[in-house]
């Protein structure tokens, strides 16, 4: 089994927590014997969704499994609900708005594993929580991409997943990471240890 995490590149700070949570959560998955293709995208709203149809094209994977940072947040949180709306200012000082996919459907919900796989996570021990607005940012327009991947049955399974902004090497996003990979693994039916 294939599964492939991304993690978003820096944008409103020189870090982003993302990507230290995405490695963890690599290292973790590999002991327990997941291929994992693990990628920072550009936080850019002119190749995010090539950047994640090339990922799925060349590996592909059973699941993928998109993170983000948040600063509103203090615990991870599984995304339930991707909107075709984009709004903000990427990283290279490019504004959008209007649609995700001009020809796909107002929102997309994730399937009710990922919520299983998120409530498991958190009765195993991990702090988790649900959400059902992932903003109009780069995170939602991911979410909103995987799930379609999903849709076309590119891949059995699809997520997104806010870690929290944390400060770079901070211990809490070892933490994250680990918790990542427990959702990972509920969602695709192994066991949490």
Known sequence: MTCVLTSYGPFAREHNSSGEAARRARECLEKEGIAVVCREIDTAWGSFATDLDALV???????IVSLG???KITVSAVELVGYNKREGIDADGAR???AVDENGPSERRAPAENKAAAQATKQSGHQLNLSYDAGRY???AALYTNLGFLEN???DHAAFVHVPAREKGAAQTQSDGETVAAF???LVGNAVD
């Open 57 to 63: 094209r060349c590996y592909t994977p059973k699941v």
């Open 69 to 71: 940072e948040s600063a």
């Open 96 to 98: 959008s708005t209007g």
């Open 138 to 140: 780069l995170c939602n």
């Open 153 to 155: 049955g590119r891949v």
């Open 184 to 186: 990972v693994k509920n």
